[in-house]
């Protein structure tokens, strides 16, 4: 299994690690068959996202999918951030072994279930907004 040099960089050295004690919303998802949880802390200010954070427990891939998602969204728009989807991470990443996509997925869901979180605290029911958070397809099947 080869790793791109972005995902073994942010594996090695990932970005915005730990917890945002005062955070806007946090969203955890994971899976025990597979072993891999993350969970996103994030902030809002004027409707952009001005910090996250995140901890995961999982596999090099998983680790690298939740720190780039988390550049990806830091100081983007909500709206933007609701963009997300796991095939701009693993493009981000250039690429991950058929084997670890579902990582990409968990970060994708992570990050919604963050802004679920948010919405929720905000007094509106985000399912209109970030739709269903299930457990990882790929999950299932190992």
């Known amino acids: 299994m080869l790793y791109s040099d972005k995902v073994l960089e942010h594996f090695a050295a990932p970005h915005n690690v730990g917890e945002l004690p005062d955070a806007d919303g946090v969203g955890e ?3 025990a068959k597979c ?7 994030i ?3 004027d409707g952009k996202i001005s910090d996250v954070k995140f901890k995961t427990f999982g596999c090099g891939a998983a680790i690298a ?25 693993v493009e ?8 670890k996509v579902h990582c990409s997925v968990l970060a994708e869901q992570a990050v919604k279930a963050a802004l679920a979180d948010y919405y929720r605290k905000q007094g509106v029911d985000p399912t209109p907004i970030v739709g ?3 457990e990882c397809e790929a999950c299932h099947n190992l």
């Not at 981000?92 to 084997?99: I, N, Q, V």
């Open 132 to 134: 269903e958070i299930g």
């Open 35 to 41: 072993g891999d949880i993350m969970k996103m802390y």
């Open 92 to 99: 981000a990443l250039d690429g991950l072994p058929a084997s």
């Open 43 to 45: 902030k809002v200010d």
């Open 65 to 89: 999918t939740s720190s780039i998602a988390t550049d990806m969204i830091k100081g983007a728009s909500i709206e933007d951030a609701l963009k997300l989807t796991n095939s701009a991470v």
């Open 29 to 31: 998802v994971g899976n």
